[in-house]
Nanobody, 120 residues
Framework: VQLQASGGGLVQPGGSLRLSCEAS??????MGWFRQAPGKGREAVSC????????YYRDSVKGRFTMSRSDDKKTVYLQMNSLKLEDTAVYYC????????????????YGQGTLVTVSS
């Protein structure tokens, strides 16, 4: 399975973006979104378990970001609202049969990143 992330772009503070991660096949996997800001390490943003029973949001995005999955399980989304300057980063989606959050290197499948820039 290959993952294709999209939806990044330039947005003003307070704005919204929705990232998508589409799989080349059906994804019966735990999924995650990670990000890496310039000069910083990669960090977990949000993760979902295979059946949605496990969820993770990093504290700084709680109440602003929502992760969801399409009914056909081929796409996961990250709805990002009330964006802040510090949300600027390259965002990556990941997949694994098991819930690995917040450990990026533990995931089995990685998508390419999509750049989110929050700037006035």
């Amino acid at each position: 399975v290959q993952l294709q992330a999209s939806g990044g772009g330039l947005v003003q503070p307070g704005g919204s973006l929705r990232l998508s991660c589409e799989a080349s096949g059906s994804l019966d996997s735990a999924m995650g979104w990670f990000r890496q800001a310039p000069g910083k390490g990669r960090e977990a943003v949000s993760c979902l378990g295979r059946d949605g029973s496990n969820t993770y949001y990093r504290d700084s995005v709680k109440g602003r970001f929502t992760m969801s999955r399409s009914d056909d399980k081929k796409t996961v989304y990250l709805q990002m609202n009330s964006l802040k300057l510090e949300d600027t980063a390259v965002y990556y989606c990941v997949a694994d049969p098991w819930f690995r959050c917040p450990y990026y290197s533990a995931y089995q499948t990685y998508g390419q990143g999509t750049l989110v820039t929050v700037s006035s």
